[in-house]
């Protein structure tokens, strides 16, 4: 009973150590990962598998992948372009691309002791440095799909390993997602498990930053392994292990445009829009206490220490929100505010975002992309009425303004305001004087361009009435005639009177 006891508890140990096993220390490549092979003058799949291949007798896999080949491998097939599976393919001759490259890119092959510029779509390999100068930035991709950032100063070698994409970071800083990340102090930093998504950065006191973003990474330096979640980073001191998690600034998401300001714990970003564009201020509140997750020994409270105050913040702007080849990616410390009409741009439409750094050189994720204007054009603006000197009848004391400027622009009229409508057309009633007069119209669009057209006009002066006019009904008299028409008015009266005194007697006399 007691043996059959410890079998089963012996059992349930197993099986709790299968369950409860560690996180394999980052992802291995899928075998559908394929790489690209350009069939050389001479060559035939058994030398291709000879010369590719860790096994060549796995030549087979290769028609596999090529469903245009025929099954004898001693056929020659030149410019063919072949797709081996990547884990087959020998490290040293596993290749990456370099799918983007802005301004200054250099690499240097493995053997050579000169840098030469580097190329769009070129192939790097084994051991070949990639390096960005200053304002420059690079993309390498493996045959994974896996995508490696270059920041501007920074300097990698490519280290495929077993299994594995990998790089080495000598200076600079560099994101990934999927590759296993070496420094040049000998700190490895391993993703766990799929969609991570980190930073690391070699500073120039040649301490190291781990930043993660998403998912986790372990982080081993000196004999220490430490786990560093999401929104935490590490420090790696040179002949030191990494430092427990500690948490990244936090920028405020800035999710709803109506909002001007918002503030997160760490920093408060206004993004106001005005007659001068869109300005952003950014400013800091004062050092803060923030709480640290659990040591590993399984403290159940968490440590309090006194976070890094935010000294700069990353400014990105992009044509496109995936801001894959951004078009300004700069730092700016804080306190500060910037115009973003101002920065140089093109007239178009753009996408910004933005994280803060500490102190500590610890940086925050991305705030959500907002989209915004670049317009220094003045808007369009042409007068239909009225005409240039036109003349109006001198009881014309208001007037009629129409045009046509750009849909939706601010238009004032001397010192009325109205709005164009969806269609670009404003009209507006406007009071002239006698005599002439110019009249201004200015159109204003969104971002504060104006344009002003100005028109001059008159109005006739009261004519002098002629006799023939007093004489129609309703015409004011002239001194004379109003004399004419009083006596008129007095002979008629003395007539009514004389008149009724002569009918008066009669009728006495007769009564």
């Not at 659990?294 to 976070?307: I, L, Q």
């Given at each position: 009973?007691r043996?059959?006891?410890?079998?089963?508890?012996?059992?349930?140990?197993?099986?709790?150590?299968?369950?409860?096993?560690?996180?394999?220390?980052?992802?291995?490549w899928?075998?559908?990962?394929?790489q690209?092979?350009?069939?050389k003058?001479?060559?035939?799949?058994?030398?291709?598998?000879?010369?590719?291949?860790?096994?060549?007798?796995?030549?087979?896999?290769?028609?596999?992948?090529?469903?245009?080949?025929?099954?004898?491998?001693?056929?020659?097939?030149?410019g063919?372009?072949?797709?081996?599976?990547?884990?087959?393919?020998?490290?040293?001759?596993?290749?990456?691309?370099?799918?983007?490259?802005?301004?200054?890119?250099?690499?240097r092959?493995?053997?050579?002791g000169?840098?030469?510029?580097?190329?769009?779509?070129?192939?790097?390999?084994?051991?070949?440095?990639?390096?960005?100068?200053?304002?420059?930035?690079?993309?390498?991709?493996?045959?994974?799909g896996?995508?490696?950032?270059?920041?501007?100063?920074?300097?990698?070698?490519?280290?495929?390993?077993?299994?594995?994409d990998?790089?080495?970071?000598?200076?600079?800083?560099?994101?990934?997602?999927q590759?296993r990340?070496?420094?040049a102090?000998?700190?490895?930093?391993?993703?766990?498990?799929?969609?991570?998504?980190?930073?690391?950065?070699?500073?120039?006191?040649?301490?190291?930053?781990?930043?993660?973003?998403?998912?986790?990474?372990?982080?081993?330096?000196?004999?220490?392994?430490?786990?560093?979640?999401?929104?935490?980073?590490?420090?790696?001191?040179?002949?030191?292990p990494?430092?427990?998690?500690?948490?990244?600034?936090?920028?405020?998401?800035?999710?709803?445009?109506?909002?001007?300001?918002?503030?997160?714990?760490?920093?408060?970003?206004k993004?106001?829009?005005?007659k001068?564009?869109?300005?952003?201020?950014?400013?800091v509140?004062?050092?803060?206490?923030?709480?640290?997750?659990?040591?590993?020994?399984?403290?159940?409270?968490?440590?309090?220490?006194?976070?890094?105050?935010?000294?700069?913040?990353?400014?990105?702007?992009?044509?496109?929100?995936?801001?894959?080849?951004p078009?300004?990616?700069?730092?700016?410390?804080?306190?500060?505010?910037?115009?973003?009409?101002?920065?140089?741009?093109?007239?178009?439409s753009?996408?910004?975002?933005?994280?803060?750094?500490?102190?500590?050189?610890?940086?925050?994720?991305?705030?959500?992309?907002?989209?915004?204007?670049?317009?220094?054009?003045?808007?369009?603006?042409?007068?239909?009425s009225?005409?240039?000197?036109?003349?109006?009848?001198?009881?014309?004391?208001?007037?009629?303004?129409?045009?046509?400027?750009?849909?939706?622009?601010?238009?004032?009229?001397?010192?009325?305001?109205?709005?164009?409508?969806?269609?670009g057309?404003?009209?507006?009633?406007?009071?002239?004087?006698?005599?002439?007069s110019?009249?201004?119209?200015?159109?204003?669009d969104?971002?504060?361009?104006e344009?002003?057209?100005?028109?001059?006009?008159?109005?006739?002066?009261?004519?002098?009435e002629?006799?023939?006019?007093q004489?129609?009904?309703?015409?004011?008299?002239?001194?004379?005639?109003?004399?004419a028409r009083?006596?008129f008015?007095?002979?008629?009266?003395?007539?009514?009177?004389?008149?009724?005194?002569?009918?008066?007697?009669?009728?006495l006399?007769?009564?």
């Amino acid at each position: 009973m007691r043996s059959a006891g410890l079998t089963r508890w012996a059992r349930i140990s197993f099986f709790l150590l299968l369950s409860f096993r560690p996180a394999v220390p980052g992802p291995l490549w899928s075998a559908e990962a394929l790489q690209e092979i350009v069939v050389k003058e001479g060559e035939t799949i058994w030398s291709i598998a000879n010369h590719y291949l860790k096994d060549p007798k796995r030549w087979p896999e290769i028609l596999k992948h090529n469903k245009q080949l025929t099954n004898d491998p001693t056929v020659a097939l030149p410019g063919m372009r072949l797709r081996v599976p990547a884990l087959l393919i020998k490290e040293k001759l596993r290749s990456a691309e370099l799918v983007l490259l802005e301004n200054d890119v250099r690499y240097r092959r493995r053997d050579a002791g000169d840098w030469e510029k580097a190329r769009p779509h070129m192939e790097l390999y084994h051991e070949d440095g990639l390096r960005t100068l200053e304002e420059s930035n690079a993309q390498v991709r493996f045959p994974t799909g896996e995508i490696i950032k270059l920041s501007e100063n920074s300097l990698v070698t490519i280290r495929p390993e077993k299994g594995r994409d990998a790089v080495q970071l000598l200076s600079g800083d560099v994101r990934a997602s999927q590759a296993r990340v070496i420094t040049a102090g000998g700190a490895t930093i391993n993703p766990l498990g799929p969609g991570a998504d980190y930073r690391t950065r070699v500073k120039l006191d040649k301490s190291e930053l781990v930043l993660v973003f998403r998912g986790q990474v372990d982080v081993t330096a000196q004999g220490k392994t430490v786990r560093i979640p999401q929104g935490y980073g590490s420090e790696i001191k040179p002949m030191l292990p990494p430092t427990e998690p500690i948490p990244l600034p936090k920028v405020p998401l800035l999710r709803d445009k109506s909002l001007p300001e918002l503030k997160s714990a760490d920093v408060s970003v206004k993004a106001s829009e005005d007659k001068e564009g869109l300005v952003l201020s950014v400013d800091v509140p004062a050092l803060k206490e923030v709480d640290l997750p659990p040591e590993k020994s399984g403290a159940s409270k968490a440590r309090s220490v006194s976070h890094q105050s935010v000294k700069s913040f990353h400014l990105q702007i992009d044509d496109q929100d995936t801001f894959q080849e951004p078009v300004l990616d700069k730092h700016f410390a804080v306190p500060h505010s910037l115009n973003l009409q101002k920065l140089g741009l093109p007239d178009g439409s753009y996408w910004w975002r933005m994280s803060v750094v500490d102190s500590l050189g610890l940086e925050s994720a991305y705030s959500i992309p907002r989209s915004f204007q670049v317009d220094r054009r003045p808007p369009p603006l042409s007068l239909l009425s009225p005409k240039e000197g036109e003349t109006f009848r001198a009881d014309d004391d208001f007037i009629r303004v129409t045009g046509e400027t750009e849909p939706n622009a601010f238009v004032s009229i001397g010192d009325k305001s109205t709005k164009a409508d969806a269609q670009g057309r404003f009209t507006a009633t406007v009071f002239i004087p006698g005599g002439e007069s110019r009249i201004a119209v200015t159109a204003r669009d969104p971002s504060g361009n104006e344009t002003t057209l100005q028109r001059s006009v008159s109005r006739d002066a009261p004519k002098t009435e002629s006799r023939a006019a007093q004489a129609k009904p309703g015409a004011v008299p002239s001194d004379e005639g109003r004399s004419a028409r009083s006596g008129f008015l007095a002979n008629f009266g003395i007539g009514i009177v004389t008149i009724g005194t002569i009918a008066g007697i009669i009728l006495l006399i007769l009564g």
